[in-house]
């Protein structure tokens, strides 16, 4: 079976934890897009590990890792991940590869990535990783690929100082990569899990464009990212958190109002943790958006939500969440295309009542408040999508299962 784990926000949800939980029952993990701006975090026994490039699923010893096609790949960075995990005891050899058809970041597309979001009328808020330059040169078919390594006349088109540097990383890389489509035929009847990077709403064609990444974070990119066809495609379960999150600019309707909710934005980042893994940048907070869940369940076929960060709300004795958009004009149930648009709307909120209660040990949904309940039921019957993981803490162990996607 194929399981696709997919960010439903705008990036940010857990997913790595998510995945990290699910990847104990996986033989295979497939990151199928994005590149070092992403960034998962696990925490386990109390040791934490951040992954940018690396799938989440390394931690489990038995489980081997790809990096799929939909990626870009930074080596400095991918190697510098490779060996902050063997300081923190994880082996990783023999149980990492590569597809071949993955393009690589050079030194200049980092440089280039700071110059032209500096330089932009309107910024988006790059991370400066070099991604969104990769994906344009690759969109150009100026890219270079793992597969070009051994490709002399492809290399001459690149400067002397790149070629240098792809020669620094080039055996190892060899020694990782595959063929991914053969690879993945040949593991037809194994438990795969397709990974993610950033969110549905952050995806190149479905996002809130431009302010989105130059990848396909939604589920349809896992085929391309993972070499398979959509029939090929098992449960999609879509992570979102039970309040909302944005880095960098663009628009963001239910984003906390300082004037209006006091210190409730503050408050929220600091419980939860929000703060970039890449970056350090401090998130945009909000309430859930649940007009935006739910274009993104409607985008992606979502069969079934993981919502994380519900033990945020613990002791807030009210919360609130987005169910549409006001305009001077007329009031939106559905998420408009146009930033400008989206930019311009106020939030339609909905109040329920919160829960004083430490739900962090909680490990069935019966041990969860009555409260809790029924704002996760409320979040169900909206998106018109069951709710089948809850997440109450950062550990592995902190998980509600309601049903098991894997078996769904």
Partial sequence: MNLVVIGAQWGDEGKGKIVDFLAGNAEIVVRFSGGANAGHTIVHDGTTYKLHLVPSGIIYPGTTVVLGSGMVIDPAALFAELDELSAAGVDWQDRILISDRAHLVLPDYRREDVELDKNRKVPI???????G?????????DGIRVADLDDEEMLSRHTDEDRAYLALYRDRIRAMQVEIASFMAMAKD??????GAQ???????LGTYPFVSSGSSAAS?????AGIGPRDLGHILGVCKAYNSRV???PFPSEFDPAREGSLEDYIRNTGREFGVTTGRARRVGYLDLVALRYACRTNGITSLALTHLDVYDGMEEIKVCVAYETPDQTLEDMPSSPRVLSSVSPVTRKFPGWSEDISGSRSYEDLPENARSYIEFIESYVEVPVSVISVGYERAQTIVRSCPWTE
């Fill in 125 to 131: 808020g790059t991370t400066g990783r070099g991604i």
């Fill in 133 to 141: 330059v990769a994906y344009a040169r690759k969109a150009m078919r």
């Fill in 190 to 195: 194994r438990t795969v899990l397709l990974e």
């Fill in 199 to 205: 969110g549905a709403l952050l995806d190149l064609d």
């Fill in 221 to 225: 990119g896992a085929c391309i990212g």
């Fill in 248 to 250: 960098g600019n663009g």
